[in-house]
């Protein structure tokens, strides 16, 4: 079984501002795992991924994440934050293969808020 | 050139109706999902079919009834409408095999709204 926790529904920043959102994850197999962002009525766009290798990724408009299995987190993290990076983000873990057909399970969003 | 598409945006409707929502992708991958994602944001899989072959299916209402006529369509009918069906529901495709796995695109979401 797989879940996602994401600590604080809500992140709030000022423009320029370091963005940290995290992301803690259970699965009983190697994960594979997400970050989604979506805006304000549209759909989920992939910011990037882990799989395997590297526990640092970098993704779309400056984000980055590292993988950290010994505290089963993934956090998502960006140096300055800019007024176009507010919309709600999703992390999301996946099996790696096997049985899990590409199921992915989502963690419950963090809607990040950017002040001037 | 749309990747994933879906068909209506808004849906309108009676309780005890039964309606259709269609997707589309032209990414040529080989596995479709539908989610459900309610009023609190929350994202839930529904269904999944790789290469039109039904392979995930969470606990959802036998009224919910998806359809693969091919790769590249995935189609949710849904019998006898409930005020609890109210949501956005989500298409979206990936491909199960290769460098890309399971990189799920989304379709825009169709708000689905019962009276």
Known sequence: ??????????????????????????????????????????????????????????????FEAEFKKSETSFHLTKPSAHMSDAAEYFCAVSAAGGTSYGKLTFGQGTILTVHP | DTAVSQTPKYLVTQMGNDKSIKCEQNLGHDTMYWYKQDSKKFLKIMFSYNNKELIINETVPNRFSPKSPDKAHLNLHINSLELGDSAVYFCASSQLVGPAYNEQFFGPGTRLTVL
Do not use: D, M
Not at chain 1, 4 to 27: D, F, I, K, M, P
Not at chain 1, 32 to 49: I, R, S, T
């Open chain 1, 1 to 62: 079984a797989q879940s996602v926790t994401q600590l604080g529904s809500h992140v709030s920043v000022s423009e320029g501002a370091l963005v940290l959102l995290r992301c803690n994850y259970s699965s009983s197999v190697p994960p594979y795992l997400f970050w989604y962002v979506q805006y304000p009525n549209q759909g989920l766009q992939l910011l990037l991924k882990y799989t395997t290798g590297a526990t640092l990724v970098k993704g779309i408009n400056g």
